[in-house]
């Protein structure tokens, strides 16, 4: 019965997520309808802008599973976007080479962070913090104006546009007909949360993952290796961590410092509004999604209404969060209960 109620209770917080969705985004339909929140661009555009902050969400969700956090994302991620203009601009890097470069170096991140968290057992919010600093220090120390890419190879990959013609097109004032569409990034995050989804759930990797998050202790008594578990899990969330700043590369096309501020905080966010336990054990990356999609569209009403500030992202994504944790402790007493 007990395991009944852990399930029960998984399946209920993703639901409140999708519900929550959903309903903010009918909504959008009703309220902004003569402005075009309907049209299927719009819905895609959710994706595009957060490409690379999904691929970011997936890795954290699998290091908070572990119990773990890692602060130092949108640093990591700014530190990639800097190398990427850095390299192929100042150094006349080819674009494949420098991409290669800075996966290897989001995974070393990881590496570093994981062994000091797992076999040093340093409380990961202090080791993150210090690479979070670290991060942003060696992006400054790179350049501190900014690098725009004009990379021939770079700008391609930003502007792959792939046309979903079954979903109908609109003709403009000059008789061309323009169809719904999405970048490459789309495909490359939604590919990353697929295979992270499958790791989680089918391997035993992604169960030993869940058993370090629900009980550590418990987990060293089955014989699991929980140390080497969340030294992996910090490894691939660097690699992950790099990619997705690749991706945000491409929308932005250019390094500069104050790039990704806050963005662990909101991939932090999207776990949690997914249904990821602060504490650990639960969660899902497809949650997750539907929390970078929440965030998305609070955007998108603030846009379509053209008169509010953009901080009031901040503001609802904060209430949310508040509203998300209570609920999770409420869970958590319910299932001691």
């Not at 290897?104 to 993150?128: E, N």
């Not at 350049?143 to 770079?154: A, D, G, P, R, T």
């Not at 079954?166 to 590919?191: C, D, M, Q, R």
């Not at 992270?196 to 060293?220: C, D, M, P, W």
Request: glycine content about 12%; proline content about 1%; aromatic content about 12%.
């Amino acid at each position: 019965m007990k395991n009944k109620g852990k399930i029960d209770g998984k399946i209920f917080l993703l639901l409140i997520t999708i519900v929550l969705f959903m309903g903010m985004y009918i909504a959008g339909i009703v309220i902004f309808k003569s402005k075009g929140f309907a049209k299927p661009q719009v819905f895609l555009n959710l994706f595009i802008s957060n490409a690379g902050l999904i691929v970011i969400a997936a890795g954290m969700t699998m290091v908070m599973i572990t119990g773990g956090i890692d602060i130092s994302v949108g640093s990591v991620v700014a530190l990639t976007c800097m190398m990427l203009a850095w390299m192929m601009e100042i150094k006349g890097t080819g674009a494949v080479p420098a991409l290669l470069t800075v996966l290897v170096m989001g995974t070393l991140f990881g590496l570093a962070q994981g062994f000091l968290i797992a076999y040093l057992k340093i409380q990961p919010f202090i080791v993150t913090l210090a690479g979070m600093f670290f991060a942003r220090g060696m992006t400054a120390m790179i350049s501190q104006e900014m690098i725009s890419v004009k990379n021939e190879l770079f700008l391609k990959w930003a502007k792959s546009k792939i046309n979903l013609t079954f979903l109908g097109g609109t003709v403009n004032k000059k008789g061309v007909v323009n169809y719904p569409f999405i970048y490459s990034s789309v495909i490359i995050a939604l590919v990353v949360l697929v295979l992270v989804f499958v790791v989680l759930r089918y391997t035993k990797f992604g169960r030993t993952i869940y058993a370090v998050g629900g009980n550590e202790q418990s987990a060293l008594m089955m014989g699991l290796n929980v140390k080497r578990t969340k030294l992996l899990v910090y490894v691939i969330n660097g690699f992950l961590c790099a990619l997705g700043g690749f991706l945000f590369c491409l929308n932005t096309c250019a390094g500069f410092v104050e790039q990704a501020k806050g963005f662990e905080m909101e991939a932090i966010a999207s776990a949690v509004i997914g249904g990821t336990l602060l504490t650990g054990g639960v969660g899902n990356v497809f949650g997750s999604l539907f929390g970078v999609l929440i965030k998305g569209t609070i955007e998108t009403f603030i846009t379509f209404q053209g008169t509010l500030s953009s901080w009031w992202t901040k503001i609802t994504i904060a209430a949310l969060l508040a509203f998300f944790i209570i609920l999770q402790s409420l869970f958590a007493k319910a299932k001691e209960k």
